[in-house]
């Protein structure tokens, strides 16, 4: 148990695009999900915490304007990269916490890479 | 300083070593300690969990946590070239509100057949 999938998988798009992506438990309800970005031989990269039917908590430097969050169900966040710019390109992560479950283990999707041309 | 140090390696071993992977962190408020696990170009994986000083064994894989020293460390017996990966810890101080993780940089380990 304990999956979470992560939608699409690669993404290469042009400049000034938006791009979405999609985070989903399958198999368990999310009270939390966190997005994460990563670069190259660099540790993981809190962006923002996703709580489900509230607004995210978005960590400093962090555009909460650039990288949009939805946590609409408690199996489903997005995250929405506007206007998208080359250096917005990097590895996006989700991850989720189970409801009920200790609230400091995360369950992480595969990663999204974007490429932004 | 960074709150959380690790090695990021690489580090390269040949099939059936003993592979010893560590963090260092300077918050003292840290109580759980977790090593996760990420093939290139996938998402981590959760591995070992403890909480608190002491080991916990998970069939080839040995956590350690030295809270006096801050240190904690991942041993993994008889290594395979499965096991080839970043190794990432992680560390927080609760497991209620306190639940953001901060992660160590990861160690690529490759085991070579």
């Known amino acids: 148990g304990a999956v979470v999938s992560q939608h699409p998988s690669r993404v290469i798009c042009k400049s000034g695009t938006s791009v979405k992506i999609e985070c989903r438990s399958l198999?368990?309800?999310?009270?939390?999900m966190f997005w994460y970005r990563q670069f190259p031989k660099q540790s993981l990269m809190l962006m923002a915490t996703?709580?489900?039917?509230?607004?995210?908590?978005?960590e400093q430097g962090v555009e909460k304007d650039k990288f949009l969050i939805n946590h609409a169900s408690l199996t489903l966040s997005t995250l929405t990269v506007t206007s998208a710019h080359p250096e917005d390109s990097s590895f996006y992560i989700c991850?989720?916490?189970?409801?009920?479950?200790?609230?400091?283990?995360?369950?992480f999707g595969a990663g999204t890479r974007l490429s932004v041309l | 300083q960074k709150e959380v140090e690790q090695d990021p390696g690489p580090l390269s071993v040949p099939e059936g070593a003993i592979v010893s992977l560590n963090c260092t962190y300077s918050?003292?408020?840290?109580?759980?300690f977790m090593w996760y696990r990420q093939y290139s170009r996938k998402g981590p994986e959760l591995l070992m969990y403890?909480?608190?000083?002491g080991n916990k064994e998970d069939g080839r894989f040995t956590a350690q946590v030295d809270k006096s020293s801050k240190y904690i460390s991942l041993f993994i017996r008889d290594s395979q070239p499965s096991d080839s990966a970043t190794y990432l810890c992680a560390m927080s101080p609760g497991a209620g509100s306190n639940y953001k993780l901060t992660f160590g940089k990861g160690t690529l380990l490759t085991v070579n057949p």
């Open positions: 991850s989720a916490v189970r409801q009920g479950g200790a609230k400091n283990i995360q369950y």
């Open positions: 918050n003292s408020a840290f109580q759980y």
């Open positions: 996703s709580n489900e039917g509230s607004k995210a908590t978005y």
């Open positions: 198999d368990f309800q999310a009270t939390t």
């Open positions: 403890t909480y608190s000083s």
